[in-house]
């Protein structure tokens, strides 16, 4: 029987139960992706976020976000973001390549509604993510449904590499329905 | 006195300590950050690297790559990247905004001189980086100078977010020698 790193579809597999894991797991490095848009000027910009959603047949993850921050300026511009997840403990590094589209309003009211009351503090920061504020506390946190987003990001391909005694590298593509092939590392 | 956290002094001093850190460490979260860059056809990337020099006076951090890996051909059509770091013991969140310089040739070979000779091995895999190839192993690890290359990230702002008791989040930009500001989170 063959480690799960040596096949392209044990990999594969191994992606998808680490997305899960990340949804189940506070604790998990796939609970805190890093997400990088293309800022409207052409700037590369990364930062953390919290993986809310993952569904494995429709090849999607979701994330959420406050309406006036800057990824979502960035993504109405250019509706693309990679995904990058470290897990040191796998040795596993994932990367998806994503088109995004920003859900809001009534649409995720359910959503909203299911988000416990002290986190919905998350969405609706006054003044907005990124002003300048004259001291580090001068801002309101506000339950705000309206600036509340659901990004559903839908993966385009999957890279994934595993650091073992040998390194490997593979690519799964929605193009041919996640077949995956092996890349040089 | 003041938490570090609390101040913007001691918050900038707390992200240079976080990247020696990551210099010093090889555990440590700041040793790995991820590295986003634009590609030449404008989607958003983002992988590890490994963190190999922070030069606090200068603002500069570096890493190295192979000459040939994707990262490579998309700095020299949109020559920035974005570091991004999450070390979950601080609830510290580091983004770096930095232009990058490309070093290879006998300008880095003081700096190839001194890589343990296993761990040279990284650069100069054949076929090249993200190539496919049939099987998983079907690669050979070249130890090649001539495919080093160091990439020198000039940082131009620093954006910083504590996610403490209270989130505060802060702003340094090279054209104001540092001084910082308080953003809203």
Redesign the interface.
Known sequence: MSNWF?TLEGLHIQVWDTLIQGLVDAGHPAR?P?F???SPD???????VVLRGSDTEAGIVSVYSDLHSDKIRSLKK?P?????I?DPAQAL?I?L?TEVTIASGPAVRPLWENIPAQSRQSYG???????????????IKNAYPDTFAVLHCRIITIDVVHLGD?H???SYSRSDDWAG?????
């Open positions: 040596e805190r890093t990088a848009t293309v052409n700037w590369p910009e990364a930062r953390t250019n693309r973001a990679a995904l990058h470290w590094q990367r390549k920061v006054s003044p907005a993510p990124g002003r300048p504020i004259p001291d580090a506390l001068d801002y040998d490997r590298r593979a092939k092996w890349l040089s590392p």
